[in-house]
């Protein structure tokens, strides 16, 4: 069984490689098709020269031909120049990205589940835990998203004063998304440290847009898509020192009064 199944796989690939051909959409269906695993497939597509057709049309003929997610990324990053020295992607963009090497998903070596990441000093991608935040409200208050009508003041309250994880300019951090949230319902903020903790500005889980009280807390940023589900966001030095917080969506209403939900931080010293 083992041999007929490497027998397969050599039919699959010789013609490949013998004839220097560079990988296209077509041929990684085939490689699928003839029964090779996605890892393995990744393999190729990162070490071989390719072709690819990443439009929303070629993206949806790969889908229909039963190809992973996993691969589809692999393709997308490779299309872009991603990991490939001197290649599209290779040096540093508008924001200071440089590309890393990819993983066996396709994705940049490091992120391997849905959270967000921290880039290091060395280039690595390092997970960061989530810190709670408490929302508390002086009035009853409805959720943002149902249009309801806030009354009172609501602060987002985070235990101590400063992050555990230190950083300097520029910041880089990446955001893996579950399926069904967008980069927009995440919130970067400012976060003002008192006598034992960290606070901002809210409502219902969300930041305060029409207050101009709120507009201070909120840091606009844009966010660079990496991947399939994928982005980067980048805190430059313009933002000044302090401590900055990455609010993810889907608070958890606790009480009329109270809720919680998680928070990435980092200090930022210089």
Request: hydrophobic share 40%; glycine share 12%.
């Amino acid at each position: 069984m083992r041999n007929s199944f490497l027998a397969v796989v050599l039919l699959a690939i010789c013609p490949l490689l013998a004839a220097q051909q560079a990988l296209n959409n077509d041929s990684v269906i085939k490689l699928i098709k003839a029964g090779l695993s996605d890892d393995l497939v990744i393999t190729f597509i990162n070490a071989s020269p390719g072709t690819f057709d990443t439009t929303p049309n070629g993206l949806i003929a790969l889908k229909k031909a039963k190809v992973s997610d996993k691969v589809v990324a692999a393709i997308v990053l490779k299309a872009s120049g991603a990991g490939q020295p001197g290649g599209a992607g290779a040096g540093a963009g508008q924001s200071g990205f440089s590309p890393t090497a990819t993983g066996p998903g396709g994705l940049p070596q490091g992120i391997d589940d849905v959270g967000v990441y921290f880039r290091d000093k060395t280039g690595a991608w390092v997970p960061m835990l989530p810190e709670i935040v408490i929302f508390e409200s002086s009035g009853k208050f409805k959720n943002i998203a149902s249009a309801g009508i806030v009354k009172g003041n609501l602060n987002g309250h985070i235990e101590g004063t400063r992050s555990k994880l230190s950083a300097s300019f520029p910041v880089t951090l990446a955001v893996y998304l579950p399926e069904t949230v967008e980069i927009s319902e995440y919130q970067l903020l400012h976060l003002h440290p008192n006598a034992d903790s960290r606070t901002f500005l809210s409502a219902a889980g969300g930041v305060l847009h029409t207050s101009a009280g709120a507009m201070k807390d909120a840091i606009d940023f844009q966010p660079e898509k990496m991947a399939p589900r994928l982005y980067q966001i980048t805190l430059q030095p313009s933002a000044g020192k302090g401590e900055y917080g990455l609010l993810a969506p889907g608070t958890t209403n606790s009480s009329n009064k109270e809720s919680s939900g998680k928070i990435y931080t980092v200090s930022i010293a210089e």
